[in-house]
């Protein structure tokens, strides 16, 4: 994993209040949402970590097919960071 990816993790779990998660049992390709996700994520934490990445790279998912193709993994959120930035 990559410095902006675990990064993410990071940020993802503070955001969620997501303390108690390991982030090394966690891949990169792993879903960010939803029922397969290991984080337990749902659409409110989707939102909430949009707004977050916002307000810290400056990046906006500017539609809800955007913000759902975004957050299937870090690496796609890190990606698209990478790009938008």
Sequence with gaps: MDPLQQELLELICTTCNLHDVDLASIGPDDPLIGPDSPLGTDSLDALEI?????????VRMDSENTSRVV????THLADYIKANR
């Design 50 to 58: 949009a707004v977050t990445v916002q307000k810290e790279y400056g």
């Design 71 to 74: 957050l299937q993994s870090v």
